[in-house]
């Protein structure tokens, strides 16, 4: 088995007292009895061990999620508790030191896609993501966000997407797009940009734009369908929001706050969220906490949109149009944390004439090992891919020829298990098998 070191991923050297200090703020600021619950809750049962992907794969004790818990425990008692100020070593208390640090990155960065099923797997609910992003919060603040990671950030918001991908170019893509829909659809086909005062607000992953816009394509054909009043927008397409996955609240605040202006710009009374698990984490379940409000207008994703337009008979759709065997892989932050595993069911079912699922499923589905950011860290490529023979395994036991996932992050990371493990599935996106079930 290789031996996947902990490695230095940012250069530095020991920590500035400044440094710590900021660190020792997120702890302190934001010691609630959640925090102090979940930070003190573990038992080291074990249960977890097993639930987690980068444990199973390498079977090192510093990939148990409980592990991870205890280093920011440890730093909890070495700062924040009396005996642990005085008389660290008796509560195995840690020093913030660029040891730790390192380690932390390591571990929590880059052994970890917060994916959620280790919390399903412990025998009280410690809630690990949770504490895994504490552990990234103290780390952001001190700068020591893995450099690729952060620079998705930062194109997003200098440039309004994760990509960093010029208005220009997502113009030209949504023209060429336009002009394939009209040529199969007619001249009244359109993808509407900047349209004020529409009903729908619909985003992106950047990653659809750039690599995968035949899904942007079966988006538009789905709405022409379903005879929807709908708009992108040229300035804030990107659904997605690495500032959450990154720890840092300030810009993660950023980022969702121009989502939510380019709403009420647009004047839209709904926000779709497209399909992406991190967007949908990001910005409809977690943001009201750290923005500390709720939106003025209706955000539901993608999923249910086309739930609704099954049910209502909005769209018509004919299952034998996909005859292939299909199966479905659950997005972490959609199906887990989400809670949408029927309506992800229920449209397959009403799309697609065999569908084999895999095992485990549903909430207890394995991560594809690409979530909590990882796909963005270039830096832990290998390791992603290794933990990926997980879901490779899966996909391979089902025999199905086509994967479905609603997530453009899990599209990506399946097309390069694809490829790594010689698969030889498709891999598509819903709205792309919900487009080709079309009866128009």
């Known amino acids: 088995m290789t031996n996947y070191k902990t490695k230095k991923i940012i250069a530095m050297t020991e920590p500035s ?19 102090l619950t979940h930070l003190n809750a573990c038992v080291h049962c074990g249960l977890c061990e097993t639930s987690c992907l980068f444990y199973k794969t390498f079977q090192e004790s510093k990939y148990i999620p409980g592990k991870k818990v205890d280093m920011v425990s440890s730093i909890y008692r070495r700062y924040c508790t009396l005996l642990g100020r005085t008389a660290p070593k008796l509560t195995h208390a840690r020093e913030l030191d660029e040891k730790t640090i390192t380690e932390m990155v390591d571990s929590l ?16 609910g410690v809630d690990i993501p949770f504490v895994v992003r504490t552990g990234r919060r103290m780390l952001a603040a001190m700068g020591y966000v893995p450099k690729t990671l952060q620079a998705t950030v930062d194109a997003a918001i200098q440039t309004g997407n994760n990509m960093a991908i010029p208005t220009e170019d997502f113009v030209d ?14 001249e009244e086909a359109v993808i509407p940009l900047n349209k004020e005062g529409v009903d729908i607000l619909y985003t992106l992953n950047p990653r659809e734009p750039k690599f995968f816009p035949l899904s942007i394509a079966a988006a538009a054909k789905i709405f022409y369908a379903a005879g929807a009043n709908w708009t992108l927008s040229t300035e804030m397409y990107d659904v997605t929001n690495y500032g959450y996955f990154s ?19 647009l004047k839209c009374n709904t926000l779709i969220l497209g399909e992406c698990g991190h967007g949908s984490r990001a910005l409809r379940w977690e943001a009201p906490n750290y923005l500390k409000t709720h939106p003025d ?12 337009y099954i049910k209502s008979g909005r769209i018509k759709v004919d299952k034998n149009l996909n005859t292939k065997r299909y199966t479905i892989h659950d997005p972490c932050n959609i199906v887990r944390n989400g809670g949408l595993y029927n309506s992800l069911r ?23 090992g690409g979530g909590g950011g990882m796909l963005a860290m270039s830096e832990y490529n290998e390791r992603r891919l290794k933990v990926g023979q997980i879901k490779a395994e899966q996909i391979k036991a089902t025999g199905a020829q086509v994967v479905i996932t609603p997530c453009h992050n899990c599209v990506d990371q399946l097309n390069q298990l694809n490829h790594e493990y010689k698969l030889n599935v498709e891999i598509k996106s819903l709205a792309e098998v919900v487009a080709d079930a079309l009866v128009l």
Do not use: Y
């Not at 440094?19 to 925090?35: G, R």
């Open 109 to 124: 960065f880059g052994a970890c896609t917060m994916c959620g099923r280790c919390v399903k797997h412990c025998s009280i």
């Open 346 to 368: 229920f449209v397959a079912r009403q799309t697609v004439s065999e569908l084999v699922e895999m095992t485990p499923t549903g909430s207890d589905n394995f991560c594809c």
């Open 247 to 265: 720890g840092n609240d300030e810009e993660a605040t950023a980022i969702a706050k121009h989502m939510f202006d380019e709403v009420h710009k």
């Open 297 to 308: 207008f209706k955000m539901v994703t993608l999923i249910e949109v086309l739930e609704d």
């Open 17 to 35: 007292p400044e440094k710590v200090q900021k660190a020792i703020n997120i702890l302190t600021k934001f010691t609630d009895s959640k925090l």
């Open 173 to 186: 893509t949504i023209e060429w797009m336009q002009e394939d829909l009209q040529d199969e659809l007619g």
